[in-house]
């Protein structure tokens, strides 16, 4: 490959912070090679108005940067994993993934320090449906209520007064220089991280050999396997980033641990399992897990929580 390295990128801050980390990462390894972004406005950016769940389906933050990559105008897509389809589109690939961020749910409250702290009936802002299942599980006297836009945007309806607390990714707030006005960091035992929550992936075409050198030279072998494992887990599933699912996989020397939950809407029902392996079988462990919680009408709640 000659000339400089383009990434597609989304625009919001917290996409533009991941993109530069990509850049820096790229041009740490290979200093003599320029790297230079390109900005997508997609779905997601565009409506605001309405909750994720009832936009065109999945990808709404991932298909058309990655599009950008298909159609020859970048060699690669910075994508926050957790959004990326666990289907890729034909003829793309994850290139590469930076290590991995905190992976924790954070609190930010407005009226109380913790989520146990906040009295009956109190408001709390989530955008997911996998929060707000789990924390009416934890609290079903509290009232969700629906949060869109960028950090700053949800930040600033919090202290409008439009909620009495909101729930965010611990790394998004962090990695904005956010991370003061967290109030708690939510234990996973009561909000068990999104898939690949804390990631940042690089998609390529599979087929230009060039840019999946580069990048493989950057990737980071064990947020990989815990990526593949996760998404393995939430694409045998049937499952994407509007269902009330969760995955999280820690890695020990040569074995890795996954953990899962999948809930009702309303957080009433909820099924949890864990399953341990050795690290070169991540997506078989992820599948192996799927298909146990299946069997156990993790499909039904899927389904309802979808309608």
Known sequence: MKGAVVLATRGSPLALWQARAV????RAIHPDREVELLVVKTEGDRVQ????????GTGVFTKEVDARVRNGDAHGAVHSLKD??????????????????PAEDALVGRISMTL???PPGARFATGSLRRRAQILAARPDLIPVPSRGNVDTR??????????????????????????????VIAPQTCLPAVSQGIVGVTCRTDDDATRAI?????????????????????ALGGGCNVPAAAHATVDGDRLHLLA???SGDGRVCLEDALDGDVTDAARIGETLANDLLARGA?????????
Not at 89 to 99: A, S, Y
């Open 155 to 184: 930040l600033g309806k919090l202290d409008a007064g439009e909620a009495d607390a909101l729930v965010l990714a611990r790394a998004g707030l962090e990695r904005l220089g956010l991370g003061d006005r967290i109030t708690e």
């Open 49 to 56: 108005d309405r909750p994720l769940s009832e936009l065109s």
């Open 23 to 26: 850049q820096d990462r790229l």
């Open 215 to 235: 990048l493989h030279e950057a990737d980071h072998s064990e947020t990989r396997v815990r990526a593949e494992a996760e998404r393995a887990w939430l694409c």
């Open 261 to 263: 939950r999948v809930l």
């Open 116 to 118: 146990a702290e906040l």
């Open 84 to 101: 990326q389809l666990t289907k890729l589109p034909e003829g793309i690939t994850l290139g590469m993934v930076l290590p991995r961020g």
């Open 299 to 307: 499909g039904d709640l899927i389904r309802e929580a979808r309608q």
